[in-house]
């Protein structure tokens, strides 16, 4: 893919947040990899938990740039209430209908939740979240799927598995 004029063009990667430092890790190393790549101004956000939450890291992205545009990626494998809601509702885009909620959700989605380890802890909601201030263009894309990239690496780690 040829990048038009990258100078306006910002890419922001959305993963969730953890309280681990693992998960920040990866997401920034990820980023690191990827701006050796591109000329796009790049950029990390989290849903939840972690620093900077989605609003700021747009704002850390645009500043002092002539960025018009930000393509957001949800770094993650799936869609779920986070990728067509929280996100969405985040970046000021309309939300897609969501599938019929489980037996335990509330209509707001999951809220407190056991992980099996110790501890629970509360989801964002649309209510409580801080929504971007950017006046230009946001493209929203589709989480990662079942791509045939993610097979390749589920392949590389079965064969290596000891």
Same mark, same amino acid.
């Given at each position: 893919?040829?990048?038009?004029?990258?100078?306006?063009?910002?890419?922001?990667?959305?993963? +969730?947040?953890?309280?681990?430092?693992?998960?920040?890790?990866?997401?920034?190393?990820?980023?690191?990899?990827?701006?050796? =790549? =591109?000329?796009?101004?790049?950029? !990390?956000?989290?849903?939840?938990?972690?620093?900077?939450?989605?609003?700021?890291?747009?704002?850390?992205?645009?500043?002092?740039? /002539?960025?018009?545009?930000?393509?957001? !990626?949800?770094?993650?494998?799936?869609?779920? !209430?986070?990728?067509?809601?929280?996100?969405?509702?985040?970046?000021?885009?309309?939300?897609?209908?969501?599938?019929?909620? /489980?037996?335990?959700?509330?209509?707001?989605?999951?809220?407190? +939740?056991?992980?099996?380890?110790?501890?629970?802890?509360? +989801?964002? +909601?649309?209510?409580?979240?801080?929504?971007?201030?950017?006046?230009?263009?946001?493209?929203?894309?589709?989480?990662?799927?079942?791509?045939?990239?993610?097979?390749?690496?589920?392949?590389?780690?079965?064969? =290596?598995?000891?």
């Amino acid at each position: 893919m040829v990048e038009n004029d990258s100078s306006k063009t910002g890419v922001l990667l959305i993963s +969730h947040g953890s309280r681990l430092p693992y998960g920040k890790e990866v997401i920034n190393t990820l980023a690191d990899m990827y701006r050796k =790549t =591109t000329d796009y101004k790049v950029g !990390v956000g989290y849903m939840e938990i972690a620093q900077p939450d989605i609003a700021t890291a747009i704002d850390n992205l645009v500043e002092g740039t /002539e960025i018009n545009k930000i393509i957001a !990626v949800p770094v993650f494998l799936a869609h779920g !209430v986070h990728t067509k809601r929280d996100i969405p509702t985040i970046l000021r885009l309309p939300v897609e209908e969501i599938d019929k909620p /489980e037996k335990n959700s509330n209509k707001e989605g999951h809220n407190h +939740h056991n992980h099996g380890h110790g501890h629970s802890h509360k +989801h964002s +909601h649309s209510h409580d979240i801080k929504k971007v201030n950017f006046d230009g263009k946001i493209v929203y894309t589709e989480p990662l799927g079942a791509d045939s990239l993610i097979l390749e690496i589920i392949k590389n780690r079965v064969n =290596t598995a000891e």
